[in-house]
């Protein structure tokens, strides 16, 4: 039996695997770091499979390496000993009056059970866990959440569950759609799930005991005080990649890990990545937008994954906000913008803007006809009746405007209409949104899990191209994805594709590009290289879809063909913002 061990240390007060016992008896383990004495202070709360006791610097080396070199101030003003991947370092929210609480979720690290990710079950535990944070002595009754990707994801979870003592949210990089933005773009089954459980999850998993790394700090086993066996450990894990790949349409499993936005009524600040194309963008915005709350806030920045979390600009507007929510002070939050945009350019250069909502009404939504004639993006539609036909195991085909005029800058949703058909029986598109300056070298960025990611991407499986009406708007389509039409090889079909929101300011002489195809983006074929990466980084990271029983070759490995016709000629529609 685990018992919890307490000491001051570093000018805090540190409670080791404090214990959280749910409701059918399972005793879930908290580390709780807190300032000396006997005050009551507000709390933060993480609730994740990552391992509490899992050093940053050891476990997520590639990480840590980029952070620590994109923003050195991470490593002022700390040991750095406490740091956990992607959550805040205790050394520098404790001495500003907080208790930083870090549950290792059920059947992960030194929290025994069976590992469910995302589901129902983890979010009731994690509202339990809330609910016993805000009622500890040491507790003034107001509980945060702040973390990025899986402590991000699940807040829309268990923000929907309206714990009594949840008094905010800071959801920085959180996917929300667990079809839509996790396992299957468009219906395409994405490799990452698979890869990111077994590479992150299962080497932490209760259980694992001896047979895995140790806490630097209390040198205890981080992943369970037993070490159980290989068939035992099997046992205690839901299949989720196996689910994922069985259930190619959205049924109850898929609905039980999305969140009831209307439920949602908490203050939130909800943070996403244009760079992040594949996982979380897209719930910070539909997040942002469906979510009930009356005070909400949306923000958008580029870079790493993990670089503005840390950084003085993302801890700053971090600390404002639940200064503000949580301890009552006058933050200067009131003075926020409800958007905030760090608008993008070649380079890496952003440039930060106040917006008052979300798409930006301003916006001129501009529909761009692809050219058969020399594979040109322009205004006018086309006149004449063609087709181009491709085959989908090559790179498709490529249209592009002239030279800019001038600058022109496109924020906001991005949708493609289509007309296509293939010699079999389905179809997977995969559309890119692509940049190119005047030398005709295309301009890529630091995206939150590849240095060189595309302007934008989009995924549609053509047998699932059925829409949800009311809920589909011209520039955001949505597919239900609970009906399967398979085509008729060689009659084209109607397809309206979902390109993620994204930034670019376009500069005079550089061109729009727009590439449909039938396999992943990939910038030049090459791997960028970076050291320790877990992953090859082609363009789009571990975000690949080339699961042969998602994708059979005699489905999916033959030609696809776009056609053109008077009135249903294939557009991008561009949000393009006027200059104020």
């Given at each position: 039996?685990?018992?919890?061990?307490?000491?001051?240390?570093?000018?805090?007060?540190?409670?080791?695997?404090?214990?959280?016992?749910?409701?059918?008896?399972?005793v879930l383990r908290a580390d709780v770091f807190?300032?000396?004495?006997?005050?009551?202070?507000?709390?933060?709360?993480?609730?994740?499979?990552?391992?509490?006791?899992?050093?940053?610097?050891?476990?997520?080396?590639?990480?840590?390496?980029?952070?620590?070199?994109?923003?050195?101030?991470?490593?002022?003003?700390?040991?750095?000993?406490?740091?956990?991947?992607?959550?805040?370092?205790?050394?520098?929210?404790?001495?500003?009056?907080?208790?930083?609480?870090?549950?290792?979720?059920?059947?992960?690290?030194?929290?025994?059970?069976?590992?469910?990710?995302?589901?129902?079950?983890?979010?009731?535990?994690?509202?339990?866990?809330?609910?016993?944070?805000?009622?500890?002595?040491?507790?003034?009754?107001?509980?945060?959440?702040?973390?990025?990707?899986?402590?991000?994801?699940?807040?829309?979870?268990?923000?929907a569950l309206q714990p009594p003592h949840l008094?905010?949210?800071?959801?920085?990089?959180?996917?929300?759609?667990?079809?839509?933005?996790?396992?299957?773009?468009?219906?395409?089954?994405?490799?990452?799930?698979?890869?990111?459980?077994?590479?992150?999850?299962?080497?932490?998993?209760?259980?694992?005991?001896?047979?895995?790394?140790?806490?630097?700090?209390?040198?205890?086993?981080?992943?369970?005080?037993?070490?159980?066996?290989?068939?035992?450990?099997?046992?205690?894990?839901?299949?989720?990649?196996?689910?994922?790949?069985?259930?190619?349409?959205?049924?109850?499993?898929?609905?039980?890990?999305?969140?009831?936005?209307?439920?949602?009524?908490?203050?939130?600040?909800?943070?996403?990545?244009?760079?992040?194309?594949?996982?979380?963008?897209?719930?910070?915005?539909?997040?942002?937008?469906?979510?009930?709350?009356?005070?909400?806030?949306?923000?958008?920045?580029?870079?790493?994954?993990?670089?503005?979390?840390?950084?003085?600009?993302?801890?700053?507007?971090?600390?404002?906000?639940?200064?503000?929510?949580?301890?009552?002070?006058?933050?200067?939050?009131?003075?926020?913008?409800?958007?905030?945009?760090?608008?993008?350019?070649?380079?890496?250069?952003?440039?930060?803007?106040?917006?008052?909502?979300?798409?930006?009404?301003?916006?001129?939504?501009?529909?761009?006809?692809?050219?058969?004639?020399?594979?040109?993006?322009?205004?006018?539609?086309?006149?004449?009746?063609?087709?181009?036909?491709?085959?989908?195991?090559?790179?498709?085909?490529?249209?592009?405007?002239?030279p800019m005029t001038s600058d022109l800058e496109?924020?906001?949703?991005?949708?493609?209409?289509?007309?296509?058909?293939?010699?079999?029986?389905?179809?997977?598109?995969?559309?890119?949104?692509?940049?190119?300056?005047?030398?005709?070298?295309?301009?890529?960025?630091?995206?939150?899990?590849?240095?060189?990611?595309?302007?934008?991407?989009?995924?549609?499986?053509?047998?699932?191209?059925?829409?949800?009406?009311?809920?589909?708007?011209?520039?955001?389509?949505?597919?239900?994805?609970?009906?399967?039409?398979?085509?008729?090889?060689?009659?084209?079909?109607?397809?309206?594709?979902?390109?993620?929101?994204?930034?670019?300011?376009?500069?005079?002489?550089?061109?729009?590009?727009?590439?449909?195809?039938?396999?992943?983006?990939?910038?030049?074929?090459?791997?960028?290289?970076?050291?320790?990466?877990?992953?090859?980084?082609?363009?789009?990271?571990?975000?690949?879809?080339?699961?042969?029983?998602?994708?059979?070759?005699?489905?999916?490995?033959?030609?696809?063909?776009?056609?053109?016709?008077?009135?249903?000629?294939?557009?991008?529609?561009?949000?393009?913002?006027?200059?104020?």
């Amino acid at each position: 039996m685990q018992a919890m061990k307490s000491e001051i240390r570093d000018g805090m007060q540190v409670d080791w695997d404090a214990p959280i016992k749910m409701d059918d008896g399972v005793v879930l383990r908290a580390d709780v770091f807190r300032p000396l004495g006997d005050g009551k202070y507000p709390v933060i709360i993480t609730y994740g499979p990552y391992a509490k006791g899992l050093d940053f610097a050891e476990g997520y080396k590639s990480q840590w390496t980029r952070l620590i070199k994109a923003v050195p101030d991470t490593l002022k003003g700390s040991s750095n000993i406490y740091q956990n991947w992607e959550l805040v370092d205790p050394e520098k929210w404790v001495p500003d009056g907080y208790a930083i609480v870090r549950v290792d979720s059920r059947g992960a690290g030194r929290s025994p059970g069976i590992i469910d990710s995302w589901s129902a079950r983890e979010a009731h535990d994690f509202h339990d866990c809330i609910e016993w944070a805000g009622t500890q002595s040491w507790s003034n009754g107001k509980v945060g959440i702040n973390g990025i990707s899986y402590y991000a994801m699940n807040q829309w979870q268990v923000g929907a569950l309206q714990p009594p003592h949840l008094a905010a949210m800071c959801i920085w990089e959180g996917a929300s759609d667990y079809y839509r933005e996790l396992t299957r773009h468009g219906g395409i089954l994405c490799d990452f799930l698979g890869d990111w459980f077994n590479r992150q999850v299962l080497t932490v998993q209760y259980g694992v005991g001896d047979n895995g790394a140790r806490s630097k700090v209390t040198g205890d086993t981080i992943a369970g005080p037993e070490t159980l066996s290989a068939e035992q450990l099997k046992k205690n894990r839901a299949d989720v990649d196996g689910e994922a790949l069985r259930r190619p349409l959205i049924d109850d499993y898929y609905r039980a890990r999305m969140p009831d936005f209307s439920k949602i009524k908490v203050p939130l600040l909800s943070a996403g990545n244009w760079g992040g194309q594949g996982l979380h963008p897209r719930g910070n915005f539909e997040g942002y937008l469906r979510a009930a709350s009356t005070q909400k806030w949306l923000e958008v920045h580029g870079d790493t994954h993990f670089t503005h979390f840390y950084s003085n600009y993302g801890a700053a507007l971090q600390r404002k906000f639940f200064a503000h929510f949580l301890k009552g002070e006058n933050s200067g939050w009131d003075q926020q913008p409800k958007v905030s945009l760090n608008v993008r350019w070649p380079g890496e250069k952003f440039v930060l803007r106040a917006e008052n909502e979300w798409p930006l009404a301003r916006t001129q939504w501009t529909p761009y006809y692809l050219q058969p004639a020399g594979h040109g993006l322009a205004t006018s539609a086309p006149q004449e009746a063609t087709t181009l036909a491709y085959e989908t195991t090559g790179d498709g085909y490529t249209f592009s405007t002239p030279p800019m005029t001038s600058d022109l800058e496109i924020t906001g949703p991005v949708a493609a209409k289509l007309w296509l058909s293939s010699d079999t029986t389905d179809a997977d598109v995969i559309v890119a949104l692509r940049v190119y300056d005047p030398a005709g070298t295309e301009v890529v960025f630091i995206g939150s899990n590849d240095p060189r990611t595309p302007v934008g991407l989009g995924w549609l499986r053509a047998s699932q191209r059925k829409l949800d009406a009311p809920e589909t708007k011209p520039y955001r389509p949505l597919h239900t994805h609970d009906d399967i039409q398979p085509l008729t090889p060689g009659t084209p079909v109607e397809l309206d594709v979902e390109v993620w929101p994204t930034s670019i300011v376009v500069p005079k002489g550089y061109r729009i590009a727009f590439t449909v195809r039938g396999k992943d983006y990939e910038f030049d074929g090459t791997d960028a290289g970076v050291a320790h990466a877990p992953y090859p980084m082609k363009g789009v990271g571990p975000f690949t879809h080339t699961h042969p029983e998602d994708r059979p070759a005699k489905i999916f490995g033959g030609k696809n063909t776009l056609h053109f016709a008077p009135g249903k000629m294939p557009y991008v529609l561009l949000p393009v913002i006027p200059a104020k």
